[in-house]
């Protein structure tokens, strides 16, 4: 009883570790978004006891949170975040649906219809992601100007649904191959089409892995940088490309840089949180083989 | 009480009483105390730090653009009303105060509309080879840096020759009043002018009256001076505050920034008159000997530092001087930053060991100075689609009533014209606290007198950014052997990719 109790504590003790050691720069990133320059460097770190201030959420989104009005700071980078956080959000958004929608009518072709080639086309497919983005940025910085996509919401979002695509597609044939084929089989004898079956069937089956893959894509988008800053100038940026101007000529502002961080946190939070219900599920899928 | 420590209090006084933490009578009882009765209140009301500042109390406030430079505006900007232009740049704090506070005056009254791209350096490079390779267009305007001045000389209009279009040409522009030495150090590539001087970090040095006077030590003047110094705070108060400091990171362009300074202040340079690299020489040497004592006064982590480390650095305390851009002093005096607010003092930089290479005994346009400079120009790009509307707003951007504007509202920055260090709006600010204008004369004089700028040849972006500092972290770390090995290998490398052009 003794023993099984001791090991019961020790393992709720290295589960708080392991969550403590995930949490802490994420505490340590949002406290020092409430921090004035002073108390962000001083020595040793003060974790806890500082004045908080709303300051650098102040400066990077050009709101009055009630201490002292709209304030500016010279050299502090760019202004007016606001705008940028909800560039994001269209993007990764928008992205992140095309790339489920054309990855689940793919991935299930690939899992269930037989044809010519289908394995080369995985290896294909997954062959995509081993080109290093840099190679490709210039190219298509090109591309987009001949289409006219440059520094549009259209050219982001395809870009990044682009280059979501083919960990898509991978990730929900994995999931589709764990759903039993006679399922399929049975729709289809009581005269189901292979539509309907996708439809009605084999989706709602694979929610949970939809989830997973939706949160990847998700996250992908919502950190990408090197597209965003070559495939936009003044119309349209996403959070990760507006950071990087918090790196002035007389240092960086980390107060104000960790304040769009840890407001950028949000939203992507927000859209684990719908999504979390078919999560666990979906992370759980394909772990197992019939 | 100390001179520092009064200075101290009353930047923390006025940056309360800004900041509506502390009532008019309170405020006026503390700064009576300093004995500064009245003239301290009109300091806090008239001459407050901008940043803490609301953008509509700005607008209130005197500093507003001249009605002669808007009514040109108005009246050149009808025929290009609705134009839209943009310009990538780099966060500097001119471009922020356009950016941010200033555009809106130009874009009401020209109709122009403007759309500034702030990026780090490095971005902006990429951004702009982009454009030029691809004759694009994206942006109308180009920030160039003095390093880039010779890969970009074909691409931008001479506003020599863009002046003489008298339809557009600013009254009273006057661009004879841009400093010479700036014309010269950033400018100018050959024959071309390459932009007109847009902004003007400049090496100053920088450090802790009250350290230096509380163990006596004369002020750092001179190479010795300064290494004398920064030992002596090291062994009295090491390791909690260090001598001096550094930015140091290996690869990274301000290691080549600190390297020229010294290497100049020994009487090197990097090319010779035949245009070989020779910081293998013996004067070199002795720069890198010096370096090598001097860095043993810089905090342990300086191997790591850009100028952003650096500038930490000396704000909270841990070093007591820094041999760097003046564009920090401001920030220093800031006391919600810094911890030395009003501690620092600003001089011109040490003299030189010997005298100075001459250009002549260099090659590519260098000058040799220890006051190293790190300058950009504004020009307007060839292939833009409004070149004589991003000529109106390239004028605007630069001429001395902006420029007056964007010191004050851009906390500190050094103009690159004259006119403007005289300005009565920029010495009004010339006080303790954030923003302060007061390092200025130093910087003016840094210019005239002790400038160092690298040399203009299209390889040189990649020599300054890359293969010197590469090399110079490796034997930093350790990885290259001695000095003069070093240099060698350094010598065969560049004078390489000079060669191939």
Known sequence: MNASVASRTLRTLAAWVVVGLFFFPIYYWTSVAFKYGNDIFSRPPNLFHFTPTFDNFQKVFGISLGSGGVTVTPGGGNFFMAPRLWDSIVVATLSTLVAIVIATLAAYALSRMNFRGRHQFVNWVLS??????????????????????????????????????????????SFFDDIPAEIDESAIVDGASRFTIFRRIVLPMAKGGIAATAVLCFIFSWTEFLFALTLTTTGLKTVPVVSSTFVTSIGTAWGNMAALGAASIIPAFIFILLVQKHLVRGLTMGSLKQ | MKDSMRKAYLASVTDRFVKGQMDRRSFLRAAGKLGLGAGALGMGLGARPFWTMSQAQAQDQELKPNADVMKWLADVGKPFAGTTLKLATESTPPSNAIATQLKQYFEEASGIKIEIEVLPLEQVLQKLTLDVASSLGTYDLYYIDQSWAANFSQDVFDPREQLKNADLAMPNYNIDDFLKPLVDGIAMYKDTMVGVPYDIPIFIMQYRKDIWDELKLPAPTTMEDLLNASKAITDAKGPNVYGTSGQMKSGHYSLECDWTAWLWGHGGSIFDKDGKFCGNDERGLEAMAYWDKLKATMPPGVNGWTWDGEGQSVAQGVAASMLSWGEFFPFFDDPKASKVSGLMEAIVPPKPTTTLRTVQETAFGEIPGVGHQGGSSLAVSKYSKAPDAAWIFMQWATSADTQALITVLGGGTGPTRKSVYDDPRVKANARVGAGTTRHLPVVRETIANYMGSEPDLPAWAEISSDTIPVALGKYFAGQLGSAKETMDALKSQVDEIVAKG
């Open chain 1, 128 to 173: 995509t992601r081993m080109m290093p983005p840099v190679a490709v940025a210039v190219p298509m910085f090109f591309i987009y100007k001949g289409f006219g996509l440059l520094d549009t919401f259209t050219g982001m979002v395809l870009i990044h649904a682009l280059m979501n695509l083919p960990l898509a597609v991978l990730l929900m044939k």
